[in-house]
T-cell receptor
């Protein structure tokens, strides 16, 4: 299995531009998570999906952020318009949710720089 | 307020010694606790999970303890090696699907 796949690996954009990050979870996993990691705030959960349905988006910073999961093998995280404070590494993770478990498999991340 | 605290300062130890990392939490009642390893430029990798009704879990050179009274987990690496140098994150499973991560502790093992 290829693991969780994220693209692009690096993104540099200018303030005000739209940014779209992509994630392909591991086949057969039914839950998908988007995280943001910075030195200051660590690894923050933004949103997670179960069976393609958003369950909790309370971590999404503001309306500029949106996420979709149109099918079991693809998810996007969009930032529009982007701001310099959005610069971070964005991780996607997937898992098979089981009672009392929930080991997450992380992708390699997308390093976003907003100038 | 809810908090997860890990040693913010890096831990430096000599090869062969036991590394002990701490994870403390407040105002959570986790159903389980996980430990992950993260190398620079990579995503976290799952190491161990311990449930609320378990006191200790082992895997090769790794040992995790979980004290729900003290609200603390200890993560031990015995016979440490330079290859163990990384950042280690604890994560609380709060029920359902959600996992909350600590900020991590950097471990350096010197040869």
């Amino acid at each position: 299995d290829a693991g969780v796949i994220q693209s692009p690996r690096h993104e540099v954009t200018e303030m005000g531009q739209e940014v779209t990050l992509r994630c392909k979870p591991i086949s057969g996993h039914n839950s998908l998570f988007w995280y943001r990691q910075t030195m200051m705030r660590g690894l923050e959960l933004l949103i997670y999906f179960n069976n393609n349905v958003p369950i909790d988006d309370s971590g999404m910073p503001e309306d500029r952020f949106s996420a979709k999961m149109p099918n079991a093998s693809f998810s996007t995280l969009k930032i529009q318009p982007s701001e310099p404070r959005d610069s971070a590494v964005y991780f996607c993770a997937s898992t098979v949710v089981q009672r009392g478990h929930n080991e997450q498999f992380f992708g390699p991340g997308t390093r976003l720089t907003v100038l | 307020s809810q908090k997860i605290e890990q040693n913010s300062e890096a831990l430096n130890i000599q090869e062969g010694k036991t590394a002990t990392l701490t994870c403390n939490y407040t105002n959570y009642s986790p159903a389980y606790l996980q430990w992950y390893r993260q190398d620079p430029g990579r995503g976290p990798v799952f190491l161990l999970l311990i449930r609320e009704n378990e006191k200790e879990k082992r895997k090769e050179r790794l040992k995790v303890t979980f004290d729900t009274t003290l609200k603390q987990s200890l993560f031990h690496i015995t016979a440490s090696q330079p290859a163990d140098s990384a950042t280690y994150l604890c994560a609380l499973g709060t029920g359902g699907f959600k996992t909350i991560f600590g900020a991590g502790t950097r471990l350096f093992v010197k040869a």
